[in-house]
Structures are given as C-alpha cells and as structure tokens.
C-alpha cells in the first residue's frame, strides 16, 4: 500500500498575497473620493424631495426650463457641428484669398466668454445701441426685434464653433491626400470625397468638438442671463436665491447632471469604436484647390464675416465703451477685483497642477482598471455646469460646519462661525473639481510621451520613485505643466456660475463684475473688466495658434514629414485619440 507523499515546509507552494497599494495609488483614490463629494451630495439629495417645490415649479416653469435648455443645446451643437466642420474644411482643402490668416485667426473666439459677447451684442443691436440708431438714422430702418432663444443660440454658437474648427482641421490633416486621392480616383468628385470619406473619417474628432459645445451651452449662466432666457442653470440661480430654498436647488440641479452625463453618453454612442491613428509618416497633406475670382472672394468673405461677428464686432465694441469719454473706464475697486481674480486663479492652477501630477503619475506607476477608472471620473468634472458642482459642494459643508464644528464650539463653550461655508476654501475647492480634468488631460499627454527606459534607468541607478519623478520627469514636463497652469488659470478667471454661487460676501471676481453691471445694463461700466478677462483668454489661444501652425510644417501645407512626425514627439496639438 502506498504511503501519501508528504511535503516539506519548505517544498510547499508559496500563498498568493497582494501587494500593498502605492502611496501615489492611495492619494489618487483620495482625491477622486474627495471630488465625488459634490456629485454625490447632488444625487442623494433626491432622498427627501422637496414636494412642494416641485409641485409649485412643474406648475409654473420647470416644463418650460427643460424645453428651453434642450432646444439651447440642440442648436447650439447643429450651429457648431456645420459651422465648425465648415470653416475647418474650408482652410484645408483649398487655397483662397487671406486662407493662412484665416486659419489660424478663426480661433480666437475662444478668448471671449460667452456672457461677454452676449452683452457686447445686446448693447450693439439694441434699438438704443450704435448700430441701431445709425441704420434709422442714416437709412430709415428698424432692426428687427430678435427672439431671446435665437440670440442665445446665434452667440453660443459664435464662441463655441471653435471646438469643433480646432479638432475638425486637425483630423483634417491628418488624413492626408492619399485619402482623397484614392476616393478621387474611384470617379468620387471633391465634394462627394468629402460627404463620403473625408468626413466619416473625422467624425470622432468632430462629435468630440460638438460634445464639447453643448456641455459648455447646458452649463452657461451668463449669457441667458443677459438675454433674459430661462434655462435650467439659470433656474438653480434663481431657485436658490429668489425662493431661498437650496434643498431644492440642489435637486433641480440634479437635471443638469442626468443632462451632462446624457452628453457623454450621446458623444460615445455616437463615436462608436470609431478611430483615427496617425501614422508616423503620414505623407504628403491634402492638395488644395485654388478658389479664384468670386468664389475666392465669397469663401474669403465669408470667413471674414465669422470672425467679425464672433471676435472683431465684440472686441471692438468693448474697446468703444472702455474709452469712452476721453479714458479708460475703470470703477472703483476695480484693482481689488482684479487682484483677487488672479489670486484665485493662480491657486486654483496651481492646486489642480499638483493633483494632476499626482493622479497622471499614479497611473504611469500602475496601469491598471482601477487607476483608468479613478482618472476617468475625475474627468468628468470638466462635463458638469459650475452650478451642479456649487451646490454639491455647498450641502456637505453646510453639513460639516453644523454637525461637527457646531459641536466643536458646544465643547468649547462658544459658538463658532461658520468656518467652510461661504468661505474661498469652497470656491477652490469648486474650481478643482470643475477643471482638474484639463490640467490632467495636458500632463498625462506629456507624461506617456517619456519612455519607460528612463524610469528602469533611473531605478538601476537606485533612484526612488520621489528622486525619479523630481530629477528625471519633472524637467521633461515643463511644456505640459506650463499649458496646464495657462489654461486653467484662464478657465478660472472667466467661470461664472460656481463663483456666482459660492464666493465669499463681499469678494468680487471679474465675471462677478461683469455680470452685476450688466444685469443693471450698464454696458460701459462691464467693458474694462471684460476686456480683462478677453486679454487673459488671448494667452493660451494665442499659444494654440502657435503650436498648430508650427505643427503642420511648411507654408503651403504639410509636404513634408516635420519634427512632430519622428516617433517619440510630440503630435499636433489636439490629436485626437480616445482609447476604448
């Protein structure tokens, strides 16, 4: 009979056990814990209804602010696709009169906010505005009352279309002219290649630039404001401080998120598993055609048309009131606003480049499903209305200040002020939450461009993760972290609604003064600090039109392979390439 084998203690097999989490794992889940706060503070406030609220809204207005908000953002994402996709093709595929100025100027609408030209518009074309008074004046017509939704509509599209121009062309050119050739040489015309292969191609980067214009229309303040149209971000506004009710703010604001994330699930249902990958040489770019005589001159004109309207007419007109009466007009106080503009802006860039750092670097170092998953839910900030993020960060400080800080100063025996709630620490906190998502974007895309031989190196050398991160990649990330303090300073500095919401009393910011004297329609007292917040904006859009025109190479197109081509550098700017 055999005898069962037996195993020596030190021939047994070795028990699996984890490994322990990184310390850059743990502060990466830390943080995405910290910005689910607001979220969920939204979404659990549907717990206890507010009955009465409700009953009294969907009487009165709540029917006519969803209508209102979704035919907003219905046009404004039409009004941009065509638009867009339009001007990009336009400047790509042929060659005409003021082309290369055109191509790199249409960007700059992007340098205003929406609220700014939807005042600079209203005190334009109103019957009492300079434009107006000279039609009747010099030619004896009245201009035509326009309906407040189609204003709206017609501006959003104005600033936003640039979105999809930025990502359109970039696809456009990456296509390159085998593409076109190819489908030229199966008997397709230029505008059947373009309906049939061109732009199927550059749908991915198209419905992205679209997605991105109706997020920021479902999250606009401001510019309803001005016009007088109620939408559902101006009906939380209201709600809070016209009824005095934030409960139920806070679950109306919960419309605007289910809204939001409809959007993106809209964007990725729509670009399917759709791609667009670069080659590494991507070839001759697309031939242009030349547009000579009227129909150069008709193209021209009308992109010159755009960017008056969208850019050149509100540049101006702010400029007119800024120097009107023989100076600047700047109010009082202004500097004070100024200065805790930057202030605010510079520390929110500064904090969201940090945690940035932190979440692209915990993913280098692991990975895995769940740091892709902590990354991409703190992505979705940057899809949600400044005014869904205010009130979910309102109610849990509301919450700490009461029940923890309340008890503190019972134990104390003195009652303690509230000490988060209408204080900078939630309005920072708000601008993390609402644009960490850009600073990430921007230092991730530099980080994966550093190949993982420099970090073996670094470690054969015994360097730790700190000494490598310090000494190897920070230097090589100074393009990324730079673009990531610029554009979200910038962002900060225009944000309306969450700054609206949460600022502390008696702190102005630009947007606040902008929109305080425009309410009142006093148009020149708003011009100086919205020609601020237009300078500020030129910065990154004046860097976009550098690094895009720089990336294509040669005057007349891309014809030959460029820096940007050579494996290991960097793309063009906006390359669009969403993993799955």
């Known amino acids: 009979m055999s005898q069962p084998a037996t195993v020596r203690p030190d021939e047994r097999p070795a028990v699996w056990m984890p490994s322990p989490p990184s310390v850059w794992s743990v502060a990466a889940t830390v943080i995405a814990a910290l910005l689910a706060v607001p979220i969920l503070a939204v979404i659990f406030s549907l717990a206890h209804p507010a009955a009465d609220v409700w ?29 867009g996709t339009t001007l990009a093709w336009l400047v790509v595929a042929y060659d005409f009169p003021g082309r290369r100025v055109f191509e790199a100027a249409l ?11 939807g005042f600079a518009f209203l005190g334009t074309f109103e019957f009492a505005g300079p434009l107006a008074t000279w039609i009747r004046t010099t030619i004896g017509w009245r201009l035509p009352d326009v309906p407040s939704g189609v204003g709206v509509a017609v501006v959003m599209t104005l600033v936003f279309y640039p979105y999809v121009y930025l990502l359109a062309r ?4 990456e296509q390159g002219a085998a593409t076109l050739e190819t489908a030229r040489s199966l008997g397709r015309s230029r505008r059947r290649a373009f309906f049939e292969v061109a732009l199927p191609m550059a749908r991915p980067s198209i419905v992205a630039g679209t997605s991105l214009a109706m997020m920021e229309a479902l999250a606009d303040f401001g510019t309803v404001s001005t016009f007088g149209y109620r939408t559902l971000a101006e009906g939380v506004y209201r709600v809070w401080y016209g009824m005095f009710d934030r409960v139920a703010a806070t679950q ?43 129909r150069g001159l008709a193209v021209a004109a009308g992109c010159a048309g755009v960017l008056g309207l969208a850019f050149v007419l509100p540049a101006a007109q702010l400029t007119t009131w800024a120097l009107a009466d023989g100076g600047l007009r700047v109010r009082t106080g202004f500097i004070a606003t100024l200065r805790n503009t930057l202030v605010l802006a510079g520390t929110a860039a500064l904090a969201t480049a940090v945690l940035a750092l932190v979440l692209a670097y915990a993913r280098r170092l692991a990975p895995g499903g769940a740091a892709r998953f902590v990354t991409q839910f703190v992505s979705m900030g940057y899809a949600l209305p400044g005014s869904v993020i205010a009130v979910g960060i309102l109610v849990p400080m509301a919450w700490i200040d009461h029940e923890i800080i309340g008890r503190l100063g019972a134990l104390v025996g003195r009652p303690l002020d509230l000490v988060l709630t209408g204080s900078v620490v939630g309005l920072l906190f708000a601008y993390v939450v609402r644009f960490l998502a850009v600073s990430f974007q921007s230092l991730e895309a530099s980080l994966v461009k550093i190949p993982g031989s420099l970090d073996d190196a670094a470690r054969s050398l015994g360097a730790k993760i700190g000494t490598t991160l310090r000494r190897v990649h920070l230097p090589l990330l100074r393009s990324g972290l730079l673009t990531a303090l610029v554009i979200v300073f910038v962002e900060t500095m225009k944000e309306m609604p969450a700054t609206l919401l949460l600022r502390p009393f008696g702190v102005t910011t630009l947007p606040i003064e902008v929109w305080e004297r425009t309410s009142e329609s006093l148009w ?14 030129l910065i990154p859009v004046f860097l976009a039109i550098r690094l895009t025109d720089r990336s294509w190479g040669p005057r007349h197109g891309p014809q030959t392979p460029t820096r940007s081509d050579r494996p290991g550098k960097p793309g063009p700017l906006l390359d669009y390439r969403r993993p799955e």
């Open 55 to 83: 009953q009294h809204l969907w009487r009165t207005q709540l029917a006519g602010l969803i209508i209102n908000t979704l035919g907003l953002v219905a046009a404004v994402g039409a009004g941009t696709l065509v638009l």
């Open 107 to 117: 960007i700059l609408p992007l340098a205003i906010p929406a609220y700014v030209i």
């Open 170 to 173: 970039a696809a456009f050119h």
């Open 252 to 294: 109306l604001a919960t419309l605007l998120l289910f809204f939001a994330l409809g959007l993106l699930l809209l964007e990725r249902s729509l670009r399917g598993r759709a791609r667009f990958v670069q080659s590494q040489r991507r070839g001759p770019g697309v031939t242009r055609a030349r547009l000579s005589g009227a």
């Open 524 to 537: 020149s007292d708003a011009a100086a600090p919205a020609l601020a917040i237009v300078a500020a904006g």
